[in-house]
């Protein structure tokens, strides 16, 4: 259920961050979508934050992939950081389709990989 009124935004944050408090080491947490994302919370602290207490970081780009990409579709990520728009797009391309990751940082890389082995071994599970 989406709140879409004056004032929205900050009461669902506040709800969010009194009633669920951060975590203080790297988890796993679900996306409204149903994936999983690993999130670490020494390491970034703004968009880990968002994915942990929301489930999505850029609503807007993620409504933008749900509607424009479809099963065996083809999206490039470049500067993927953590993949959360990568993890939606696979969502929406499912196994036809293809996704390109283009990340020069380091960290950010390792934490890439990191999550689409999980993801792989979660979607194996199912």
Known sequence: ???NFKGS???RKGICQNALPYPCKPCVVPLINGDR???DPQK???????VYYYGT???GTSDLIENMLS???????VGAYM???????MSQINENGKVYLI????????RLKKMYRLMDTIRRQL
């Open 71 to 77: 099963d065996g579709g083809i999206y490039v990520d």
């Open 57 to 59: 970081y850029e609503e």
């Open 44 to 50: 970034d602290t703004c968009i880990s934050k968002k």
């Open 9 to 11: 935004g900050r009461l």
């Open 103 to 110: 990340e020069p940082n380091p960290w950010a890389l390792k």
């Open 83 to 89: 993949g959360f728009t990568s993890i939606r797009a």
């Open 1 to 3: 259920m989406k709140m």
């Open 37 to 39: 994302a690993i999130i």
